[in-house]
């Protein structure tokens, strides 16, 4: 559950979540990083995040 107004960064912050090279996407929407501190989650959004790994 999110307080009205809450923005991604926020959230995250709450939730204990503030993995460097993590990924966030909204309603199959990648958010960028540079964007989480203005995106307000909304009522009914679908939040993923996920660890970005990288390989070869």
């Known amino acids: 559950q999110c307080a009205a107004g809450q923005t991604v ?3 995250l912050e709450q939730l204990d979540q503030r993995q460097a ?3 966030l ?3 199959q929407q990648i958010v960028p990083r540079e964007q989480w ?3 307000i989650v909304q009522d009914g959004d679908q ?3 996920f660890q ?3 390989g070869g």
């Open 52 to 54: 970005v790994i990288a």
């Open 25 to 27: 996407a909204i309603n």
């Open 47 to 49: 939040i993923l995040l």
């Open 37 to 39: 501190a203005q995106h």
């Open 9 to 11: 960064h926020e959230l």
């Open 21 to 23: 090279g993590a990924a």
